[in-house]
């Protein structure tokens, strides 16, 4: 871990801090020893992690607290990096890995008078019983009971209830809690394990994809006074949330023009014909003329029922407008779909085309139609390879280009602060 920094490339540091030096390098200890026994290599191991990962995200600088190592800690179902704390798994690695292989013990100990609840796991079982006072420890003790998969259950248990007691440990903020609810949005953690490919661009700079994940661990990254510079209408938020949600900074269509660029790249690969950019000469606005004709993002080509479809993109921020209660995460980018829907889908219907909104949101959550077009697309990448590995290739390398339009959006204002 500490020779990371040797890198000086967070996307790569990250990748190999989570996949290489993470707490699977600790994993055959804390399954196979009592935690008490575990209970220094466990804070040794934290502490190093922390550190680590405090390094890629602000190199030193200041704002990484208590609150961003838990949700750096979190698995990314979450919302959290999947930096599994060691403490958090020495909870219930020795338990489920004597559950898991109760019925071997029992082959190999029935003739020996050995009893099944020795002192040992007694023990591991009261240690798991006060993190998780409202599990049904005792369908863990026996094997006629036990999950097929204890490990995988336990984790679920106790993670889910750590991300549920989030506001009982910390005092949040109404838009902190929004952000939270947002990262555990569908697929708003794909790009975080795209592996660095920059001719399918899915690299950043240092700078971008610092910035990203502190706009996610909801570091500061602006002063608070500042005005924003071209629509002076909005303070620039020491969280960067007005940089991308602001319509008249340039970064706006940037990000729009680049998740599109991708995904027509991804359908050419795929093999699916489509044309950026295709005047179809009906998309506009039934309350505006004909003279605000427009073409449409992508035209995929025979692709509903034999009808060609106008595939059209928009990005939204969750957090515009936040009021002090009432948020509902994936709400806005429902809305977003909707609105498009009404806008276009009669036309396009009127002139027996198909379509498709895809809407995401700035945390990389998708829309239900976004989601269902790219699950289609993935099967056709799937029919078309023969190796059955990079199941969620389509949804990663997207939810990549998205974080890359915003990380663009936050640096271009003050690159300097995030160096």
Same mark, same amino acid.
């Given at each position: 871990?500490?020779?990371?920094?040797?890198?000086?490339?967070?996307?790569?540091?990250?990748?190999?801090?989570? !996949?290489?030096?993470?707490?699977?390098?600790?994993?055959?200890?804390?399954?196979?020893?009592?935690?008490?026994?575990?209970?220094?290599?466990? +804070?040794?191991?934290?502490?190093?992690?922390?550190?680590?990962? =405090?390094?890629?995200?602000?190199?030193?600088?200041?704002?990484?607290?208590?609150?961003?190592?838990?949700?750096?800690?979190?698995?990314?179902?979450?919302?959290?990096?999947?930096?599994?704390?060691?403490?958090?798994v020495g909870v219930y690695a020795f338990v489920a890995s004597r559950a898991q292989s109760c019925v071997l013990q029992d082959h190999i100990l029935r003739n020996s008078g050995v009893v099944k609840l020795d002192v040992d796991y007694q023990q591991a079982l009261e240690y798991l019983s006060v993190s998780l006072p409202d599990f049904d420890i005792g369908g863990i003790s026996n094997m006629d009971t036990a999950p097929s998969k204890p490990q995988k259950t336990l984790a679920n248990a106790l993670f889910d209830k750590i991300a549920r007691s989030l506001g009982e440990a910390f005092d949040l903020s109404p838009r902190q809690k929004a952000v939270i609810e947002c990262l555990k949005g569908p697929h708003a953690q794909d790009f975080l394990t795209v592996i660095p490919i920059e001719?399918?661009?899915?690299?950043? !700079?240092?700078?971008?994809?610092?910035?990203?994940?502190?706009?996610?661990?909801?570091?500061?990254?602006?002063? =608070?006074? =500042?005005?924003?510079?071209?629509?002076?209408?909005?303070?620039?938020?020491?969280?960067?949330?007005?940089?991308? *949600?602001?319509?008249?900074?340039?970064?706006?269509?940037?990000? *729009?023009?680049?998740?599109?660029?991708?995904?027509?790249?991804? /359908?050419?690969?795929? #093999?699916?014909?489509?044309?950026?950019?295709?005047?179809?000469?009906?998309?506009?606005?039934?309350?505006?003329?004909?003279?605000?004709?427009?073409?449409?993002? /992508? /035209?995929?080509?025979?692709?509903?029922?034999?009808?060609?479809?106008?595939?059209?993109?928009?990005?939204?921020?969750?957090?515009?407008?936040?009021?002090?209660?009432?948020?509902?995460?994936?709400?806005?980018?429902?809305?977003? =779909?909707?609105?498009?829907?009404?806008? *276009?889908?009669?036309?396009?219907?009127?002139?027996?085309?198909?379509?498709?909104?895809?809407?995401?949101?700035?945390?990389?959550?998708?829309?239900?139609?976004?989601?269902?077009?790219?699950?289609?697309?993935?099967?056709?990448? *799937?029919?078309?390879?023969? !190796? +059955? #590995?990079?199941?969620?290739?389509?949804?990663?390398?997207?939810?990549?280009?998205?974080?890359? #339009?915003?990380?663009?959006?936050?640096?271009?204002?003050?690159?300097?602060?995030?160096?």
């Open positions: 871990m500490k020779l990371l920094p040797c890198l000086q490339d967070p996307q790569c540091k990250l990748l190999l801090l989570r !996949s290489c030096m993470g707490v699977a390098k600790l994993l055959f200890g804390l399954r196979t020893c009592q935690p008490h026994l575990m209970a220094n290599a466990v +804070t040794c191991f934290d502490d190093g992690l922390r550190e680590a990962i =405090e390094d890629i995200v602000v190199c030193g600088g200041s704002y990484f607290g208590d609150l961003q190592w838990r949700l750096a800690s979190l698995p990314m179902r979450l919302g959290g990096l999947g930096l599994l704390s060691a403490r958090d001719g399918l661009g899915q690299c950043m !700079s240092a700078v971008e994809y610092r910035a990203i994940l502190k706009y996610r661990l909801m570091i500061p990254m602006y002063p =608070e006074d =500042e005005t924003c510079p071209i629509c002076h209408k909005a303070c620039m938020d020491k969280y960067g949330e007005h940089a991308v *949600h602001c319509k008249e900074l340039p970064g706006f269509k940037y990000r *729009h023009d680049w998740v599109r660029d991708v995904l027509g790249d991804i /359908l050419r690969r795929a #093999g699916i014909s489509a044309k950026k950019e295709a005047p179809v000469n009906f998309l506009t606005d039934p309350m505006e003329g004909r003279s605000t004709l427009r073409p449409a993002d /992508l /035209l995929v080509f025979g692709w509903a029922g034999g009808k060609h479809a106008c595939v059209d993109l928009t990005g939204v921020s969750p957090l515009a407008g936040l009021r002090e209660s009432g948020f509902v995460a994936g709400q806005a980018i429902r809305k977003a =779909e909707s609105k498009k829907v009404d806008k *276009h889908a009669k036309a396009c219907a009127d002139n027996q085309h198909a379509f498709v909104p895809f809407a995401f949101d700035t945390f990389g959550s998708l829309a239900p139609e976004a989601i269902r077009l790219l699950t289609r697309v993935q099967k056709v990448v *799937h029919s078309s390879c023969s !190796s +059955t #590995g990079g199941q969620g290739f389509v949804f990663n390398r997207l939810g990549f280009a998205i974080q890359k #339009g915003v990380a663009a959006q936050l640096v271009a204002r003050l690159p300097a602060l995030l160096m």
